[in-house]
T-cell receptor, first 111, second 115 residues
């Protein structure tokens, strides 16, 4: 069974700090990796996708992928209170379109 | 970006009735649509995958006769919860992909409360 693991948190960081969110996955055949943000009572919204080993930066967000270690992370620089949400890691294999979601990490950014 | 809508956003119904939820891709053709369910403080659980014009593929443990999915066109999929019971109360979210695109675009979700 394919598994995606995240620390449920809450992860609490002060405003302006770097928030580091981590995710591990079990299926070595996984090819595509996504980070979604979900505010309470809302549906997930895509933050970033990453497909190759290394770092991918988009504004304040950096996704990091290490396929050998089956590890993907999301860094949020200059964290803002508005970043407070649950962050979902999702993994897709090359067999189809199905995403497997982690349980999510709740991030709290304190002013 | 790609936009997915859902209707209704919130529905309250009596136990034993059926509820239909619509999922529409507004600015792209969705070859594949997905239906998820999310209980409070839990992650998304995939219920089924539907491809336009074919029968949906249900995940293990999801009753296909209770959760009827129709994907009749490239822009519309419907989920009908038949004979709903209080334990079916949940947040139902659809998503859609287009062709060979990797990303799933999520609808805003439908909150179902069965009394």
């Amino acid at each position: 069974q394919k598994e995606v693991e995240q620390n449920s948190g809450p992860l609490s960081v002060p405003e302006g700090a770097i928030a580091s969110l981590n995710c591990t996955y079990s299926d070595r055949g996984s090819q595509s990796f996504f980070w979604y943000r979900q505010y309470s009572g809302k549906s997930p919204e895509l933050i970033m996708s990453i497909y190759s080993n290394g770092d991918k930066e988009d504004g304040r967000f950096t996704a990091q992928l290490n396929k050998a270690s089956q590890y993907v992370s999301l860094l949020i620089r200059d964290s803002q209170p508005s970043d407070s949400a649950t962050y979902l890691c999702a993994v897709k294999d090359n067999a189809g379109n199905m995403l497997t979601f982690g349980g999510g990490t709740r991030l709290m950014v304190k002013p | 970006g790609a936009v997915v809508s859902q209707h209704p956003s919130r529905v309250i119904c009596k136990s034993g009735t059926s509820v239909k939820i619509e999922c529409r891709s507004l600015d792209f053709q969705a070859t594949t649509m997905f239906w998820y369910r999310q209980f409070p403080k839990q992650s998304l659980m995939l219920m089924a995958t539907s491809n336009e014009g074919s029968k949906a593929t249900y995940e293990q443990g999801v009753e296909k006769d209770k959760f009827l999915i129709n994907h009749a066109s490239l822009t519309l999929s419907t989920l009908t919860v038949t004979s709903a019971h209080p334990e079916d109360s949940s947040f139902y979210i659809c998503s859609a992909t287009s062709g060979g695109e990797e990303t799933q675009y999520f609808g805003p979700g439908t909150r179902l409360l069965v009394l």
